[in-house]
């Protein structure tokens, strides 16, 4: 493991980032997605867009199955959230309020799914805490997510109701990617226009 100097220098020599004042030389009549004016202002607004993208069949059982694997929800969230700034979704003042609302919605769908979950897993704080003070903290987070739900300042109310109408188990979800059953082709119309 490298010493922070030493991580600092590897920066300092990196010659792969951009050069110091290169924004402000870039061609204003194509600015990066992230330089215009984001798409979403309004936290309530962007919490139903990242629900919405979080739930999406194949993102949704990729995440349930990451999170199952031992991913921590909290890199997993700041990944995606990141992945949206740079898409110009939102500003960075909003992309750091997402943080929470999102954590609580991988939070809700993998405790819905009753998954092994990972919050946080720092280093340092991997090696002080035993695997039974992670579980008593796993288990006193869970309980209190069940004795009080996740608060509507959190979570809105249609996002918490779409949580519950979700797939409850791992296998059910795998089933979202399976291939829809072929529809018969119907017979044409009386009406339809022959070949001439």
Do not use: C, W
């Amino acid at each position: 493991m490298a010493t922070p100097q030493e991580e600092l220098a590897l920066i300092e020599t990196n010659f792969k980032r951009p050069i110091p004042g290169s924004s402000l030389a870039s061609d204003p009549s194509s600015p990066a997605p992230y330089e215009k004016a984001p798409e979403f202002t309004s936290l309530h607004k962007a919490s139903e867009y990242m629900f919405t993208v979080l739930i999406q069949p194949k993102l949704y059982v990729a995440l349930m199955e990451s999170i199952d694997e031992g991913i921590p929800i909290m890199d997993i969230t700041q990944f995606i959230v990141f992945n949206e700034f740079q898409k110009g979704k939102f500003n960075p003042d909003l992309m750091l309020l997402m943080l929470e609302p999102v954590a609580y919605m991988l939070l809700s769908l993998a405790e819905r799914l009753d998954l092994n979950i990972v919050i946080d897993q720092d280093e340092d704080e991997e090696e002080a805490l035993s695997d039974e003070a992670n579980n008593q903290t796993l288990k006193m987070l869970q309980k209190k997510l069940s004795n009080n739900p996740v608060s509507s300042s959190t979570l809105p109310k249609n996002i918490q109701q779409e949580i519950q109408e979700l797939p409850k188990t791992l296998e059910e979800t795998k089933s979202l990617l399976e291939a829809p059953e072929p529809v018969e082709q119907q017979p044409d119309s009386l009406m339809a226009r022959g070949d001439q």
